[in-house]
Protein backbone atom coordinates (compact mmCIF):
# COMPACT_ATOMS: atom_id res chain seq x y z
CA UNK A 1 0.00 0.00 0.00
CA UNK A 2 0.83 3.48 0.18
CA UNK A 3 2.11 5.15 2.65
CA UNK A 4 3.61 8.24 4.21
CA UNK A 5 5.08 8.60 7.54
CA UNK A 6 6.01 12.00 9.49
CA UNK A 7 6.04 13.38 13.15
CA UNK A 8 3.07 14.65 14.86
CA UNK A 9 4.32 17.08 16.51
CA UNK A 10 7.46 19.13 16.88
CA UNK A 11 8.78 21.87 19.16
CA UNK A 12 11.34 24.24 18.66
CA UNK A 13 13.16 27.58 19.88
CA UNK A 14 13.24 31.06 17.93
CA UNK A 15 15.99 31.13 15.65
CA UNK A 16 17.09 27.63 16.36
CA UNK A 17 17.11 25.02 13.59
CA UNK A 18 15.02 22.48 12.85
CA UNK A 19 14.86 18.99 10.60
CA UNK A 20 10.69 17.44 9.84
CA UNK A 21 11.54 13.94 8.33
CA UNK A 22 9.24 12.04 6.17
CA UNK A 23 9.56 8.48 5.09
CA UNK A 24 7.16 7.45 2.24
CA UNK A 25 6.40 4.65 0.43
CA UNK A 26 4.19 4.84 -3.04
CA UNK A 27 3.43 3.22 -6.42
CA UNK A 28 5.96 4.72 -8.48
CA UNK A 29 7.06 7.83 -7.81
CA UNK A 30 7.33 11.62 -9.70
CA UNK A 31 8.31 13.86 -6.89
CA UNK A 32 8.35 14.43 -3.24
CA UNK A 33 6.10 18.16 -2.11
CA UNK A 34 6.43 19.77 1.17
CA UNK A 35 3.49 22.07 1.67
CA UNK A 36 2.98 24.51 4.91
CA UNK A 37 -0.42 25.03 6.71
CA UNK A 38 -1.60 27.22 9.37
CA UNK A 39 -4.24 26.62 11.17
CA UNK A 40 -7.73 27.67 9.20
CA UNK A 41 -5.98 28.06 5.85
CA UNK A 42 -5.43 26.10 2.81
CA UNK A 43 -1.88 24.17 2.11
CA UNK A 44 1.09 26.63 0.62
CA UNK A 45 3.80 25.01 -1.32
CA UNK A 46 7.20 25.10 -0.08
CA UNK A 47 9.32 22.46 -2.32
CA UNK A 48 9.30 20.11 -4.83
CA UNK A 49 12.51 17.45 -4.87
CA UNK A 50 12.89 14.43 -7.66
CA UNK A 51 16.36 13.88 -7.71
CA UNK A 52 18.78 12.93 -4.95
CA UNK A 53 19.71 15.83 -2.73
CA UNK A 54 19.27 18.71 -1.06
CA UNK A 55 17.25 21.67 -2.77
CA UNK A 56 18.26 25.00 -0.75
CA UNK A 57 15.41 28.01 -1.23
CA UNK A 58 16.27 30.71 1.83
CA UNK A 59 15.25 29.65 5.12
CA UNK A 60 14.14 26.67 3.94
CA UNK A 61 15.66 23.34 2.40
CA UNK A 62 14.50 19.89 1.58
CA UNK A 63 16.27 16.86 0.60
CA UNK A 64 15.39 14.06 -1.04
CA UNK A 65 17.19 10.31 -1.18
CA UNK A 66 15.29 8.00 -3.29
CA UNK A 67 16.72 4.34 -2.24
CA UNK A 68 15.78 5.16 0.97
CA UNK A 69 12.63 6.73 0.23
CA UNK A 70 13.33 9.35 2.71
CA UNK A 71 13.05 13.38 2.80
CA UNK A 72 13.85 16.28 5.19
CA UNK A 73 12.48 19.97 5.56
CA UNK A 74 14.76 22.05 7.25
CA UNK A 75 13.87 25.42 8.51
CA UNK A 76 17.11 27.62 9.38
CA UNK A 77 16.70 30.92 11.76
CA UNK A 78 13.10 29.58 13.24
CA UNK A 79 10.73 32.64 13.42
CA UNK A 80 7.59 32.77 15.30
CA UNK A 81 5.65 32.71 11.83
CA UNK A 82 6.80 29.54 11.20
CA UNK A 83 4.43 27.67 13.45
CA UNK A 84 2.10 25.69 11.61
CA UNK A 85 1.57 21.92 10.20
CA UNK A 86 3.86 21.07 7.27
CA UNK A 87 3.15 18.49 5.14
CA UNK A 88 4.52 16.20 3.31
CA UNK A 89 3.21 14.53 -0.03
CA UNK A 90 4.14 12.09 -2.85
CA UNK A 91 3.92 12.31 -6.09
CA UNK A 92 2.94 8.23 -7.28
CA UNK A 93 3.09 6.70 -10.98
CA UNK A 94 -0.59 8.39 -11.52
CA UNK A 95 0.31 12.06 -10.82
CA UNK A 96 -1.65 11.79 -7.77
CA UNK A 97 -0.48 13.25 -4.40
CA UNK A 98 -0.37 10.60 -1.35
CA UNK A 99 -0.52 12.72 1.79
CA UNK A 100 1.23 12.39 5.18
CA UNK A 101 -0.67 13.52 8.11
CA UNK A 102 1.01 16.59 8.62
CA UNK A 103 3.84 17.84 11.67
CA UNK A 104 2.96 20.20 14.04
CA UNK A 105 5.95 22.81 14.11
CA UNK A 106 5.54 25.10 17.69
CA UNK A 107 7.91 27.45 18.01
CA UNK A 108 9.13 28.84 21.27
CA UNK A 109 10.39 32.19 22.03
CA UNK B 1 2.35 32.61 -9.91
CA UNK B 2 -0.62 30.41 -10.15
CA UNK B 3 -3.87 31.51 -8.07
CA UNK B 4 -6.92 29.28 -7.39
CA UNK B 5 -9.89 31.08 -5.97
CA UNK B 6 -12.70 29.24 -4.10
CA UNK B 7 -15.87 30.96 -3.02
CA UNK B 8 -17.55 30.77 -0.79
CA UNK B 9 -14.89 31.00 1.96
CA UNK B 10 -17.70 30.67 5.03
CA UNK B 11 -20.76 28.99 4.49
CA UNK B 12 -23.28 28.20 7.50
CA UNK B 13 -26.51 26.73 6.68
CA UNK B 14 -29.57 24.43 7.90
CA UNK B 15 -29.42 20.91 7.74
CA UNK B 16 -31.02 19.69 4.90
CA UNK B 17 -30.18 22.52 2.30
CA UNK B 18 -27.80 22.10 -0.33
CA UNK B 19 -24.39 23.98 -0.60
CA UNK B 20 -22.51 24.91 -3.55
CA UNK B 21 -18.61 25.97 -3.51
CA UNK B 22 -16.81 26.96 -6.67
CA UNK B 23 -13.35 26.50 -7.47
CA UNK B 24 -11.34 28.83 -10.06
CA UNK B 25 -7.94 28.85 -11.33
CA UNK B 26 -7.16 32.49 -12.27
CA UNK B 27 -4.73 32.45 -14.68
CA UNK B 28 -4.06 29.27 -15.60
CA UNK B 29 -5.73 26.01 -17.30
CA UNK B 30 -6.17 23.25 -14.95
CA UNK B 31 -7.38 20.46 -16.74
CA UNK B 32 -7.41 18.07 -13.12
CA UNK B 33 -9.02 19.65 -10.29
CA UNK B 34 -8.86 18.05 -6.67
CA UNK B 35 -11.31 18.17 -3.88
CA UNK B 36 -9.97 17.31 -0.49
CA UNK B 37 -11.82 17.54 2.70
CA UNK B 38 -9.96 18.30 6.20
CA UNK B 39 -11.45 18.01 9.92
CA UNK B 40 -9.37 19.87 12.85
CA UNK B 41 -6.21 18.44 13.75
CA UNK B 42 -6.39 15.71 10.59
CA UNK B 43 -4.60 15.97 7.34
CA UNK B 44 -6.32 16.50 4.34
CA UNK B 45 -8.31 13.75 2.85
CA UNK B 46 -8.82 13.57 -1.08
CA UNK B 47 -13.07 13.03 -1.85
CA UNK B 48 -12.69 12.85 -5.87
CA UNK B 49 -10.66 14.11 -8.59
CA UNK B 50 -12.21 16.12 -11.21
CA UNK B 51 -11.35 16.30 -14.56
CA UNK B 52 -12.42 18.56 -17.36
CA UNK B 53 -15.34 17.98 -19.41
CA UNK B 54 -15.76 13.96 -17.41
CA UNK B 55 -17.07 12.50 -14.53
CA UNK B 56 -15.47 13.12 -11.23
CA UNK B 57 -13.93 10.27 -10.02
CA UNK B 58 -14.61 9.73 -6.09
CA UNK B 59 -12.30 8.27 -3.49
CA UNK B 60 -13.38 5.06 -1.44
CA UNK B 61 -15.83 5.99 1.32
CA UNK B 62 -17.05 9.15 -0.88
CA UNK B 63 -20.89 9.11 -1.60
CA UNK B 64 -21.19 10.70 -5.44
CA UNK B 65 -24.68 11.48 -4.67
CA UNK B 66 -24.33 13.45 -2.03
CA UNK B 67 -21.05 15.17 -3.18
CA UNK B 68 -21.87 17.02 -6.82
CA UNK B 69 -18.68 17.63 -8.94
CA UNK B 70 -18.74 19.42 -11.88
CA UNK B 71 -15.79 20.66 -13.77
CA UNK B 72 -16.99 22.43 -16.98
CA UNK B 73 -14.75 24.34 -17.96
CA UNK B 74 -10.59 24.66 -17.45
CA UNK B 75 -11.04 27.13 -15.08
CA UNK B 76 -13.76 26.13 -13.38
CA UNK B 77 -14.83 23.10 -10.57
CA UNK B 78 -17.70 23.12 -8.04
CA UNK B 79 -18.59 21.11 -5.27
CA UNK B 80 -22.37 20.77 -4.21
CA UNK B 81 -23.05 19.43 -0.97
CA UNK B 82 -26.80 18.00 -1.14
CA UNK B 83 -28.93 17.89 1.96
CA UNK B 84 -26.12 18.69 4.40
CA UNK B 85 -26.06 17.26 7.86
CA UNK B 86 -23.86 18.44 10.76
CA UNK B 87 -21.23 15.82 10.16
CA UNK B 88 -20.40 17.30 7.22
CA UNK B 89 -19.00 20.35 8.63
CA UNK B 90 -15.68 20.55 7.90
CA UNK B 91 -12.80 22.77 5.93
CA UNK B 92 -13.01 22.22 1.83
CA UNK B 93 -10.09 23.29 -0.11
CA UNK B 94 -9.92 22.52 -3.86
CA UNK B 95 -6.53 22.72 -5.89
CA UNK B 96 -5.91 22.87 -9.68
CA UNK B 97 -2.67 21.08 -10.98
CA UNK B 98 -0.57 22.34 -14.17
CA UNK B 99 2.92 22.24 -15.24
CA UNK B 100 5.12 23.97 -13.77
CA UNK B 101 7.71 26.03 -15.34
CA UNK B 102 10.33 23.95 -14.56
CA UNK B 103 8.46 21.13 -16.00
CA UNK B 104 6.79 18.89 -13.33
CA UNK B 105 3.15 18.61 -12.02
CA UNK B 106 2.23 21.17 -9.32
CA UNK B 107 -1.04 21.41 -7.33
CA UNK B 108 -2.04 24.45 -6.29
CA UNK B 109 -4.50 24.87 -3.47
CA UNK B 110 -7.73 27.34 -2.84
CA UNK B 111 -7.71 29.30 0.09
CA UNK B 112 -10.71 26.72 1.45
CA UNK B 113 -14.48 26.85 2.60
CA UNK B 114 -15.53 26.49 5.80
CA UNK B 115 -19.06 24.79 6.17
CA UNK B 116 -20.74 24.78 9.22
CA UNK B 117 -23.79 22.94 9.12
CA UNK B 118 -26.67 23.46 11.91
Known amino acids: GQNIDQPTEMTATEGAIVQINCTYQTSGFNGLFWYQQHAGEAPTFLSYNVLDGLEEKGRFSSFLSRSKGYSYLLLKELQMKDSASYLC??????????WGAGTKLIIKP | GAVVSQHPSRVICKSGTSVKIECRSL??????MFWYRQFPKQSLMLMAT?????????EQGVEKDKFLINHASLTLSTLTVTSAHPEDSSFYIC??????????????FGPGTRLTVL
Open chain 2, 50 to 58: SNEGSKATY
Open chain 2, 95 to 108: SARTLSREGYNEQF
Open chain 1, 89 to 98: AAMDSNYQLI
Open chain 2, 27 to 32: DFQATT
